[in-house]
């Protein structure tokens, strides 16, 4: 049975459970998904 | 008049089906008929929460005939059998008395999902094996009431091992095993009883986090971040243990048995397993106008309908340009296939055997996001059709993102869960020669938000789906 190796930093760690920090990821994360899903419709030509 | 009949009803079939509707109202008096055996729409990225029994079932589905009557879309509760595409016509069987009944069509979209192929490794699967699932609603409640009785016996003083994963060297969607085990973890954990459970992760995968896509990276200041790193600094924070690389031979009542990409055969106890199937086609019949199967010049052999991709490559020589676009079938240009139903032109993730010549290669997912981008292409590619043009729709995994949000825990102040944006899905190394994707699209992160996307994208999605006020709006 193998056993992992990376390990999150106390850093990473906080920030991940960090309120505060987790609601502006949250606006950050939502309008890189909103780049995203332009990109994704890019390809639909018929309207 | 053009009929177009829909078979299925998932994230491609069902989004289809609305996008058609929307598309074509008003522009001539079409006809839309949607076949599929369910009776709801079943919103299986939810199912994990059903699974660990925190959430009940009827909150990940809604009934598919309101939806349709407000659409004018027709609703067949049936199996789809036959296709006979030289005459343009399906075979379906009544879900309830199985009698069969003719469809013509003008154009099909085959989006039936998979076959769970629990057959392929002995023992695996509710139905005639050992282990659980939370593939469909059925089977995440009966892995729900199982999983809540061990809890039981766990708080009553008992140590047991849970084994969750891949349940055959072919299996794909290890997001979703990733997704269980990490609930369960967290599941434990509230209830105070993790440390009488030995955790293992079981699965096919190459390396871990590849989930099937060949892994992803994703920059972090001047730092390539990968998925792989962030499976391990998870799995090592729940202390679970894992074996990768691996095939399951058969299952009993006691033990899995394995064999990995050394070719080493290995046992392995359990007390409780979730392990998913591998998917292949749904057993249509494919029949030509003299009665001949033509199965085999429609679909690969797993019995996925091949579209617009390139076939036959190796793995070494695949790469984004190879993957379909228009998902339109090359020899009958009538009929689509999207979601699980179409066939890739190969795995994302690479395939490798043992010494033994067991093959492990774990197959491309295509479902959620990627399902509902391949179902739209084909609506709007069968809409041009209508009106005379050539398809100019595309969706291809090469050129589309993947957004996935893996639930580790589910709660607004406490949960968490992975959140992973990557571009393209099919490495384009055409494109991007030195990764085959734009790294600084791509995300592979842990924390709360994550967790607040997972819920928010389970309302949106239920409330888009249902063709509900702005519906459109939402991606």
Excluded at chain 2, 198 to 205: P, R
Aim: with cysteine; net charge neutral.
């Amino acid at each position: 049975m193998a056993q992992a190796k990376f390990r999150f930093s106390d850093s990473d760690r906080r920030k991940m459970h960090s309120l505060i920090s987790q609601f502006f990821r949250a606006i950050s994360l939502a309008f890189h998904f909103l780049k995203l899903v332009k990109i994704a419709e890019k390809g639909y030509k018929t309207h | 008049m053009a009929k177009i009949v829909i078979a299925g009803s998932g994230f491609a079939g069902h989004y289809a089906a609305m996008i058609l509707a929307d598309r074509l109202k008003g522009r001539g008096n079409h006809e839309i008929t949607v076949v599929t055996p369910n009776e709801t729409f079943n919103y299986i990225p939810s199912l994990i929460w059903v699974g660990v029994g925190q959430m009940p079932v009827e909150k990940t589905q809604f009934k598919l005939k309101p939806v349709y009557d407000k659409f004018g879309i027709n609703y067949e509760r049936a199996f789809l059998t036959e296709v006979h595409p030289d005459e343009n016509y399906v075979i379906i069987e009544s879900y309830d008395t199985r009698t069969p009944k003719r469809l013509n069509y003008d154009f099909l979209l085959v989006a039936t999902g998979p076959k769970l192929n629990f057959d392929a490794t002995p023992g695996l699967g509710p139905d005639k094996g050992y282990t659980y699932s939370v593939c469909t609603p059925p089977h995440a409640v009966e892995t729900a009431k199982a999983y809540l009785e061990l809890v039981k016996r766990l708080e009553k003083g008992d140590k047991a091992r849970i084994v969750i994963g891949t349940g055959h060297g072919g299996c794909t969607c290890q997001g979703a095993g990733f997704e269980f085990i990490t609930n369960v973890h967290n599941d434990l954990v509230d209830r105070g009883l993790r440390d009488k459970v030995e955790l293992i992760w079981l699965s096919n995968e190459p390396k871990l986090g590849d989930f099937g896509i060949d892994g992803l990276e994703a920059k972090r200041g001047s730092l390539i971040f990968t998925a792989e790193m962030m499976a391990e600094a998870i799995f090592y924070d729940y202390g679970i243990k894992y074996e990768i690389r691996s095939h399951v031979h058969k299952v009993d009542e006691k033990k899995i048995y394995t064999e990995n990409i050394e070719g080493e055969f290995k046992e392995i106890e359990y007390d409780f397993a979730m392990l998913l199937p591998p998917f292949a086609g749904q057993p249509i019949k494919w029949i030509d106008k003299d009665g001949n199967d033509i199965k085999d010049k429609v679909c690969n052999p797993a019995g996925f309908v091949k579209v617009d991709a390139v076939y036959g490559k190796p793995y070494e020589e695949l790469d984004g340009p190879d993957w379909p676009k228009t998902y339109q079938n090359p020899v009958y240009k009538n009929i689509f296939a999207a979601g699980i139903a179409f066939a890739p032109p190969g795995p994302l993730s690479k395939p490798s055997k043992s010494p033994n010549g067991t093959l492990i290669a774990p197959a491309p997912p295509r479902t959620g996001y990627t399902a509902e981008l391949s179902g739209k292409a084909a609506a709007l590619n069968i809409v041009d059709m209508i009106e005379g043009r050539e398809p100019q729709n595309t969706a291809s995994m090469a050129e589309t993102p993947g957004l996935c949000v893996a639930s580790m825990k589910n709660g607004i102040l406490n949960g968490m869960a992975g959140t992973i944006a990557i571009y393209p899905v099919a490495r384009n190394r055409a494109k991007y020669p030195e990764y085959g994707r734009d790294l600084d699209l791509c995300v592979a992160e842990p924390g709360k938000a994550g967790a607040w996307f997972k819920l928010g994208l389970h309302y949106a999605f239920l409330w888009k789906l249902q063709g509900k006020p702005f519906w459109k709006l939402i991606p």
